[in-house]
């Protein structure tokens, strides 16, 4: 009876008619939305229409929803809609939201190799936030696979402790992890991973920290120009010797702060940009850096940027000189794999310039300046091209493998920040009300999904980290993993 009533007091749309319930007799309100979620999920087998009743199966419902939410990204009151408007039945929106919770929690939040075996492999950890709440994430960068995603109560050491050790339980051994400078992500990674090497975000060590003041400075001197200009402007409108020589020396003093405005950006910006240079793998010719060299052309920039006597960026000087001794840890990583590329029986200068292409292509997806992304992109084609006149008919595969390769070397933890990208969209349309359950389909569903473009176009997260070609689509895996659980659940 409460049941009825509340279904037929919310389709009339009158506020506080639950709460009246609720009073009337004299129980709680989540009592009777309870009530209430368990009448909408029976009126569809109730009095569905008798045309909704032929030859569709719960499978094919859920299957559909699944694809709605998760390829669609639609919200549960979009796919509500849908299912209405195409007469697919089971379309109230208690239905979806309890059928897609359900799914979820036969769902782990953890990847899992099935055999008994371990594999070696890079981590890359961060924290994303919805509202406040913390997800905590952590990815193989190479095939963009997911290990880990948990809703969780903090950040702390014990929280992301608890976080890797569960990844190594299940298969997963981290021999490098890169993240930024997280207190409670480097407290956990000191009790679990203590074996790893810890490969700091370049990006949030460096470009995150100093390539803001870049455009700062930039802003300013375009600042200081324009008051210099104006005051210029106004001297030749002064009638009287006493107001000309005000004007005058207020002109004068505008052309020192211009000038020092000027100088101060140009040699910021000049000493930021041989940082960035210097953290690059590969000189522009394709020859490998040496890590010392580059290690003390950025510790001689950082010296001189501390010249500048400007305190914020003194700051963030003194920031990047603690993480400096594992800055360029991946320059190791970018030996082997170098030395394992001489190993496919190709010549050296065809090499190099596969390697400058590589870093080219690098330089191409992160530049986000039109003009930047053009260059990339010339240089890139030139490096190929060239590569292309030396290896003849062995360069598509030798491309490929070389490529391959290379992409072992992570500088950054960047890949959770594509991630972000990803699951954003579909927390924004469920108003940041994230649930476990959402994110265990969500890794599901992005682990198993086919890539349409990119360099991973054509192949799945999980081809890529285990090496195993997928024959079946990730809606079918997913329902084969539930029924896996529970083998009566789509009946």
């Known amino acids: 009876m409460i049941a009825i009533q509340a279904y037929l007091l919310q389709q009339s749309h009158r506020y506080g008619a639950i709460s009246a319930l609720a009073k009337e007799y004299k129980v709680c309100r989540q009592f009777v939305y309870t009530l209430l979620s368990t009448l909408q999920l029976m009126i569809p087998h109730l009095f569905s229409p008798v045309t909704h009743a032929v030859s569709i199966t719960k499978k094919e419902i859920l299957t559909a929803i699944l694809s709605y939410r998760l390829e669609g990204g639609a919200s549960i009151e979009a796919i509500s809609t849908l299912m209405e408007r195409f007469e697919q039945g089971y ?18 939040n953890t990847l899992k190799i099935e055999a008994n075996e371990q594999q070696l492999i890079v981590f890359a950890s961060d924290e994303i936030f919805s509202k406040s709440k913390p997800i905590l994430i952590t990815v193989e960068p190479k095939s963009s696979a997911i290990l880990k995603i948990e809703l969780a109560e903090d950040r702390s050491g014990e929280r992301w402790a608890e976080h890797f050790n569960t990844i190594e339980v299940n298969g997963f051994k981290a021999i490098t992890m890169t993240s930024d400078g997280g207190l409670g992500l480097q407290s956990g990674k000191k009790k679990t991973l203590a074996d790893a090497t810890w490969q700091p975000d370049t990006y949030h060590a460096v470009a995150h920290r100093l ?21 210029q402007a106004v001297i030749a409108s002064a009638t009287t010797e006493l107001v000309i020589g005000k004007r005058v020396n207020a002109y004068e003093a505008a052309l020192t702060e211009t000038s020092k405005a000027i100088e101060l950006y140009e040699n910021f910006s000049f000493l930021y940009h041989c940082i ?74 065809a090499l190099q310039t ?57 500088q950054a933890s960047s890949i959770v920040e594509g991630i972000n990208s990803i699951l954003r969209p579909y927390l924004d349309r469920s108003k940041n009300q994230v649930t476990q359950e959402f994110l265990n389909l969500f890794m599901f569903y992005h682990n198993h999904r086919r890539y349409r473009a990119g360099k991973r176009k054509g192949k799945t997260p999980m081809e890529i980290l285990l090496k195993h070609k997928q024959d079946k689509d990730w809606i079918e895996l997913l329902t084969d993993a539930i029924e896996k659980v529970e083998p009566a659940f789509f009946l």
């Not at 929106?93 to 036969?106: D, F």
């Not at 082997?336 to 001489?342: A, D, E, H, V």
């Open 211 to 231: 390539g803001i003041w870049v455009s700062r400075f930039q802003e300013s001197a375009y600042g200081a120009i324009a008051y210099e200009y104006s005051r």
């Open 354 to 410: 596969l390697c400058a292409a590589w870093q080219w292509d690098k330089a191409l997806i992160k530049a986000k300046v039109f003009y930047r992304r053009a260059h990339a992109r010339e240089q890139k084609t030139l490096s190929l091209q060239k590569a292309k006149l030396l290896l003849q008919e062995q360069y598509n595969k030798l491309k490929e493998k070389v490529f391959n390769e290379l992409d072992n070397i992570i």
């Open 91 to 108: 379309s109230s929106v208690g239905y979806i939201s309890q059928s897609l919770s359900s799914m979820g929690k036969l769902l782990p």
């Open 276 to 349: 960035i240079h210097s953290l690059k793998a590969f000189h522009s010719n394709g020859v490998l850096r040496e890590r010392k060299v580059s290690q003390g052309d950025i510790e001689a920039a950082l010296v001189l940027m501390e010249s500048l006597n400007h305190k914020h960026v003194t700051k963030e000087v003194n920031t990047i000189k603690t993480l400096l001794p594992n800055l360029l840890n991946y320059f190791e990583q970018t030996k082997t794999s170098l030395k394992k590329c001489q190993s496919f029986d190709i010549q050296a200068e």
